[in-house]
């Protein structure tokens, strides 16, 4: 049975034998996706396509490119980051938008914990910011981790929603001229500067 449209969905690539990317998708656990809806949904804010270019365009060069969530004919990008989650929705009409979230976790990356993320933290309850990149990472690498969560190859609708999400941050990338050597990892460098400064502490959502 095909997943509906309105059900968000972990979209991966995972290669066949003949060495081809095939895309899978999976439903997103109704916990996760609850997260997602009622949690992250409504904290993003618009993002214009200069910022995207000088900001979290970079992440595409990093290995924490993959996770994405097809949430209707919208994409979302999952990402862990400093300060624990960022997440970019693609819009089919060119729109973008972002947020970020401060993880849960007090020592995030290894940072010296605040006090407000050390009230009421619990380190045995779920972690949904952990989940929806997770998820979708470990899947695209481990095959008993795709039977686990019911990963199946896309259907064509799928796809087609997936593709149409990234057409316009794809083609904002394909304008750039490739950097190389030391105008790359500049490029990268001054990106995560002003990531972390637009994100700083991130929304806690305790």
């Not at 991966?12 to 997260?35: C, L, N, Q, S």
């Not at 316009?168 to 972390?196: F, M, N, Y």
């Amino acid at each position: 049975m095909q997943n509906s449209p309105a059900q968000f969905q972990y979209a991966i690539f995972v290669e066949d034998k003949r060495g081809r990317e095939v895309m899978h998708t999976a439903p997103v656990p109704e916990d996760d996706a609850r997260f997602l809806r009622e949690r992250v949904l409504p904290t993003l804010q618009p993002l214009d396509d200069a910022t995207y270019l000088d900001g979290p365009a970079m992440i595409l060069h990093t290995g924490a490119r993959f996770s994405y969530v097809l949430d209707g004919d919208d994409l979302l990008w999952c990402v862990e980051w400093e300060p624990g989650l960022l997440v970019v929705r693609f819009s089919p009409d060119g729109r973008m938008a972002w947020t970020a979230l401060r993880s849960p976790v007090p020592g995030f990356g290894g940072r010296k914990p605040l006090k407000q993320d050390l009230e009421g933290y619990d380190e045995d309850a779920e972690d949904p910011q952990y989940n929806v990149v997770f998820h979708a990472w470990d899947a695209q690498f481990d095959e008993f981790s795709r039977t686990h969560y019911a990963f199946a190859p896309a259907s064509d609708d799928a796809k087609k929603r997936y593709a149409a999400g990234l057409r316009h941050p794809d083609g904002l990338v394909a304008t750039v001229p490739e950097r190389k050597g030391k105008a790359r990892s500049a490029w990268i460098a001054a990106c995560q500067r002003r990531v972390q400064e637009w994100a700083g502490e991130g929304l806690r959502l305790n």
